[in-house]
Nanobody, 125 residues
C-alpha cells in the first residue's frame, strides 16, 4: 500500500503561481512513477503531468506544457507540481497518483494504483 497526501492548493489570481506537493508513505516510493490529474466540476478526470520512478523523465498534457513543472524527490518521498501562469481553466481538484511497473506517461487513470484525496486549486480571472 502507498498512502498519498496532497497539499498546496488554494485560491490564486490568473497569472499567479502555486506549488502542489504530494507526500507518500508506505511502500518504497522510489519504485513508483507518479502522475497528477485534475477534475473540474462536471468534467472527467484528466491527466496533467507524470514522472518516471527516477524523476529523470517527465510528461505533460498539452494544456499545461511550458507552464507546469513536475519533480520527484525520492529521498523525501515527495513529488511536486510547480504551476505558473495559471489560468481560470486550470481550476479543478488536483490529485496525485502512483503506479508501479513500466511507465510512459499514461493519461489513463485506470493505470494508476494509488490516489490521494485531492487538493482544490481555484484560479480567479
Amino acid at each position: 500500500q502507498v498512502q498519498l497526501v496532497e497539499s498546496g492548493g488554494g485560491l490564486v489570481q490568473a497569472g499567479g503561481s502555486l506549488r502542489l506537493s504530494c507526500a507518500a508513505s508506505g511502500r518504497t516510493f522510489s519504485n513508483y512513477a507518479m502522475g497528477w490529474f485534475r477534475q473540474a466540476p462536471r468534467k472527467e478526470r484528466e491527466f496533467v503531468a507524470g514522472i518516471i520512478w527516477s524523476g529523470r523523465r517527465t510528461y505533460y498534457a498539452d494544456a499545461v506544457k511550458g507552464r507546469f513543472t513536475l519533480s520527484k524527490d525520492n529521498a523525501k518521498n515527495t513529488v511536486s507540481l510547480q504551476m505558473n501562469s495559471l489560468k481560470p481553466e486550470d481550476t479543478a481538484v488536483y490529485y496525485c497518483a502512483a503506479t508501479s511497473g513500466y511507465y510512459s506517461g499514461s493519461n489513463d487513470p485506470r493505470e494508476y494504483d494509488y490516489w490521494g484525496q485531492g487538493t482544490q486549486v481555484t484560479v480567479s480571472s
